[in-house]
């Protein structure tokens, strides 16, 4: 049974269709009438969703290989103690908040997944709610933009339990290179997302080798991009993935990519350079897609 967090002060939150259906017993008549018509509309759109093919899994884009790590210890153990750092530079996070401020709806009920104790969005914008998802209790708590959270290891379970159609956006920030099935994940993406929603993973160089997956160790800034595009295309309803690249020239070293040294180099900071910045976004169509 999954935990909702709620942040100190606020009521606790209800998937949609549950909060509609409780306590309506001491409402007027015509108040009832009125939530029991939207509750059959809520489930009339998530019946049309099960009748098509959108969200579904056309094929799998990992073998099994790609999808091992080097540290194959549960990663529960390895997030249990929080670190209060960013993993990515100044100009990384500038890039990253403007291309929330372009794509996010003021208002917007937003899932930040595989979150932690900051989400980089813009400062002055208000959103209607906030939900993260991690692993780490204390980073999530910490984290002044969400409004309640939920600890989950997605690589044992995939399965969101959030209703359908429930998100205007979702995001994923520098964390897709853990996804063990990467498929499953983006596909139940898709389910909570509502039509015509926004999933943006964004990414740099950074990462904690032996927990990232092998396709994503083996890679560069280049085939790491076209593997997200195939996470994306490898789920039926998705627009066509908008890939957004901003590569410093100073760091784009192939060698040093690939090099198991340089990636410690960079995150002791010992390399020069800015980190290199890329997000893969795509939505929600808005047209069920059969069969």
């Not at 009339?44 to 969200?55: C, I, K, L």
């Not at 937003?110 to 993260?132: C, F, Q, T």
């Not at 044992?156 to 339990?161: A, G, I, R, S, V």
Request: proline share 6%.
């Amino acid at each position: 049974m999954l935990t909702i967090h709620p942040k100190p002060g606020l009521r606790s939150w209800h998937p949609p269709i549950v909060a509609t259906l409780q306590a309506t017993s001491s409402l007027p008549f015509k108040t009832r009438l009125f939530l029991a018509a939207k509750t059959t509309n809520m489930l009339n759109e998530s019946n049309e969703t099960e009748r098509s093919s959108a969200g579904k899994i056309k094929r799998l884009v990992l073998s099994e290989e790609g999808r091992t790590k080097l540290n194959s210890y549960p990663d529960r153990e390895f997030y249990s103690y929080p670190r209060f750092v960013t993993h990515v530079d100044d100009g990384f996070i500038s890039t990253l908040t403007d291309l929330y401020q372009e794509k996010l709806r003021p208002g917007s009920e937003i899932l930040d997944l595989m979150s932690s104790w900051v989400s980089h969005l813009p400062n002055e914008a208000v959103y209607k709610r906030i939900v993260g998802h991690g692993l780490n209790a204390q980073e999530l708590a910490r984290n002044p933009r969400l409004d309640y959270f939920f600890v989950k290891d997605l690589n044992q379970d995939q399965k969101l339990e959030l209703e359908s159609s429930s998100f205007d956006a979702v995001l994923c920030t520098v964390s897709v290179q853990y996804l063990q099935q990467p498929e499953k994940v983006f596909a139940e993406v898709f389910r909570v997302l509502r039509p015509g929603g926004a999933f943006i993973v964004s990414f740099s160089n950074r990462l904690f080798y032996e927990k990232a997956i092998g396709a994503w160790r083996d890679g560069t800034g280049y085939s790491r991009v076209q593997l997200v595009v195939q996470y994306f295309q490898c789920v039926e309803g998705f627009t066509q993935p908008e890939i957004i690249r901003k590569v410093p020239a100073a760091a784009v070293d192939p060698q040093q990519e690939k090099s198991p040294f340089g990636w410690i180099m960079r995150l002791l900071g010992l390399v020069s350079g800015s980190d290199p910045f890329y997000a893969v976004v795509a939505y929600k169509n808005f047209k069920p897609v059969y069969e």
